[in-house]
């Protein structure tokens, strides 16, 4: 009976001491499917993020860096670390997750998205950094 009880207590201890996983992972994508983010946030996420691709734009992406050898330029992302830049990367996150209507906002850790009507603004509520995203504007702070 005793080692039954310590066996129990050692389970629960080592689930109370287990580490949460509390990574979140946010998709969605305006009505007309023209943008499509994602907001992530944990610890297995090096800091999370928000990040907003775009199917068409009347904006030019500044030209690719040599640091980028993926597709560049086709949205923006925002993270811990500093300001929002245009995204390199190999991947799309257009089409993904749930219709967010106008007026309605995802968030994930400090990051935050809110689709406007015309345009979706994605913020590091820690940093004050992220961006604002349309068919013509690409706004970056």
Not at 36 to 62: L, M, N, Q, Y
Request: a positive charge; hydrophobic letters at 40%.
């Amino acid at each position: 009976m005793l080692r039954a009880t310590f066996a129990a207590a050692v389970v629960v201890l080592a689930l109370a001491a287990a580490p949460a996983t509390a990574s979140q992972l946010r998709l969605f994508h305006t009505p007309g499917g023209n943008i499509g983010c994602e907001v992530f946030a944990g610890k297995e996420t090096d800091g999370g993020g928000a990040r907003c691709d775009i199917g068409r734009r009347a904006w030019k992406a500044p030209r690719q860096p040599a640091s980028c050898h993926l597709d560049y330029g086709n949205g923006l992302i925002v993270t811990s670390r500093g300001a929002a830049k245009f995204t390199c990367a190999g991947d799309t996150v257009l089409h993904q997750g749930f219709v967010l209507y106008a007026g309605g906002f995802v968030e994930a850790g400090p990051y935050k998205c809110a689709n406007l009507g015309t345009a979706v603004r994605c913020i590091n509520r820690d940093t004050h950094h992220g961006f604002k995203i349309s068919r013509t504007v690409d706004k970056r702070f």
